[in-house]
């Protein structure tokens, strides 16, 4: 995670990726979606799904984009520590556990 203090502000700019990838999937699934055959009895049709779900992950790189401007970064993970809480004896262990799990 590359942040960077801006006035105070930090800004993650990995979620720049993120949005920017939602937006690029987005758009190909509307793009996408043109190309189905729609049958004449439908009222509805196929094309509907496609469309709201590129829509609304568009909306939602948009958004995305728009708070990681305004600074906002994701909190950290809350979980505990366990390593503080290991001995020598766990350690041992544990190494070789992924000593064997490499071969």
Avoid: C, H
């Avoid at 993120?18 to 196929?46: E, K, M, Q, S, Y």
């Avoid at 609304?56 to 970064?73: E, F, H, I, N, S």
């Amino acid at each position: 995670m590359t942040t960077q203090a801006t006035g105070g502000r930090r800004t993650d700019k990995a979620q720049y990726g993120l949005a920017a990838v939602l937006a690029v999937v987005g758009v190909w699934t509307i793009i996408d979606a043109r190309g189905l055959n729609v049958g004449f009895g439908d009222p509805i049709g196929p094309r509907v799904f496609p469309y709201v779900i590129g829509g609304v992950m568009l909306v939602l790189a948009v958004v995305l984009a728009l708070v990681t401007a305004r600074g906002d970064v994701p909190e950290a993970e809350a979980g505990e520590d366990f390593e503080q809480f290991l001995d020598e004896q766990d350690t041992r262990v544990s190494d070789t556990l992924e000593g064997l799990g490499l071969l």
